[in-house]
T-cell receptor
Framework: KNQVEQSPQSLIILEGKNCTLQ??????????LRWYKQDTGRGPVSLTI?????NTKSNGRYTATLDADTKQSSLHITASQLSDSASYIC???????????FGKGNQVVVIP | ETGVTQTPRHLVMGMTNKKSLKCEQH?????MYWYKQSAKKPLELMFV???????ENNSVPSRFSPECPNSSHLFLHLHTLQPEDSALYLC?????????????FGQGTRLTVV
């Protein structure tokens, strides 16, 4: 079983609408959690990184939340734009090793 | 631009060919990684290099052979690949692998084995 589970697997939203992506993880001991955006055929680019003590972090129209007690994170996209169409990958790092646990990604398609 | 450059961006090769993927990072990082990304699957870690030394080989078949001549360059030599090896191969670098510091990814090489 993957240590990082993301939902929904794919999502279609209208331009201008908001959406929320979910990430549940079992990685322990927890070090940090990152959300990456990956455009088709390109490498992932970091959006946010959060450590144990951080609950919310924003990057423009992207807002990530973290509940380290329940081991859940979410990524909220506000006022979506066509350029937000991409795969959003949740990545969790365990403390003390070089392992990154990757989710399969949330595939978001924004339509006009 | 993330500071990690991969070449070529696309590669089509036959099963009997030998080719190499190149990765270069301009971030002064100490660790470099190769990942494989297949459709509808999470990124799979292949190799980790820290200060030019291989610290992890994630049970990768010997038809994939990594080389790290210095901390800024990483190669992946390919020979006698199979069609199921077709995927996006991503290189990444980070400052400190043991502390889970942020990984910066290259644009990837889309490999097709025919």
């Amino acid at each position: 079983k993957n240590q990082v589970e993301q939902s929904p697997q794919s999502l279609i939203i209208l331009e201008g609408k908001n959406c929320t992506l979910q990430c549940n993880y079992t990685v322990s001991p927890f070090s940090n959690l990152r959300w990456y955006k990956q455009d088709t055929g390109r490498g992932p680019v970091s959006l946010t990184i959060m450590t144990f003590s951080e609950n919310t972090k924003s990057n423009g129209r992207y807002t990530a939340t973290l509940d380290a007690d329940t081991k859940q994170s979410s990524l909220h996209i506000t006022a979506s734009q066509l350029s937000d169409s991409a795969s959003y990958i949740c990545v969790v790092s365990a403390y003390g090793n070089n392992r990154l646990a990757f989710g399969k990604g949330n595939q978001v398609v924004v339509i006009p | 631009e993330t500071g990690v450059t991969q070449t070529p961006r696309h590669l089509v090769m036959g099963m009997t060919n030998k080719k190499s993927l190149k990765c270069e990072q301009h971030l002064g990082h100490n660790a470099m990684y190769w990942y494989k990304q297949s459709a509808k699957k999470p990124l799979e870690l292949m190799f980790v290099y820290n200060f030019k030394e291989q610290t992890e080989n994630n049970s990768v078949p010997s038809r994939f052979s990594p080389e790290c001549p210095n901390s800024s360059h990483l190669f992946l030599h390919l020979h006698t690949l199979q069609p199921e090896d077709s995927a996006l191969y991503l290189c990444a670098s980070s400052q400190d692998p043991l502390r889970g510091t942020e990984a910066f990814f290259g644009q990837g090489t889309r490999l097709t084995v025919v």
